[in-house]
């Protein structure tokens, strides 16, 4: 019995339903989604630590039935190796995440100057900012230590927009033309993000990669009829906020 295609997003937390709202414009195909609450968020914790629960999230998905894959967390993004995928045994053409997705499908002008914000493990990585100098492209890093914390203990609106502040102010500084939402949970407060931009003055625009890797998942072209199953290792007021929302 041939088994039927199914999609698994899995992310630290929350962010990862950010790529799936991308990704059900793009596809009919059934999908499982897994935010790992107990440990989110991934980006400050140890690259050896982050490894592990990669394998064991892929390993959550494999027994749900899962046969392709979307890292929705750009902190495991950085560290999902092709050495960890054998190990996991899944091939790569089963497989992407935000930075691979990114790298393929972003096109980019020599006159951009990037800033990629996101969590400090991405940041460190400088992994976004190597594949944007690939392209042509300036580029520079802004650490959020705590942002992605806040979102996913439902921090107040203005507790929240107190820390996005502290990017945008950065983002002046540098002359950045666009902002790269290098953590899935950022764009979940996108509208904090907007109004920190009008309040500070600055002019440029915000990309979402979770449209790159939406346009990889597209081409995998798999149909179903728009299922959709999300678990979590720990259900948080934040995980169930966002099951309401977009399922």
Known sequence: MVQEPVIGIFDSGVGGFTVYKKIKEVTSANCI??????????????????RELIKEDIL??????VTHFVNACNSMSVLTTDALLKESHISTDRYTDMIRAFD?????TPD????????????????????????GVNAFGYAYT?????????????????IVE???????????????????H???????????KEKLGWTGEFIDPAIYVAEEVRQWGITGEHGFCPYSSKDTPAFIKNVIKFV
């Open 112 to 135: 951009e100057i990037i800033l990629v914000i996101a969590t400090t493990a991405t940041i460190r990585s400088g992994v976004y900012q190597d594949v944007l100098m690939k392209k």
């Open 33 to 50: 989604y897994y935010g790992d609450c107990l440990n989110a968020p991934y980006g400050n914790k140890e690259e050896s630590e982050i």
């Open 186 to 196: 950022y764009p979940l407060i996108h509208g904090l993000f907007l109004e920190a």
């Open 104 to 108: 393929k499908h972003a096109v980019c």
């Open 166 to 184: 502290g990017g945008m102010v950065y983002a002046k500084e540098v002359g950045a033309t666009s902002i790269i939402y290098g953590c899935t």
């Open 60 to 65: 959550f998905l494999e027994e749900k039935g």
């Open 146 to 162: 705590d942002l992605a914390v806040a979102i996913e203990n439902n921090r107040t609106r203005e507790e929240l927009l107190a």
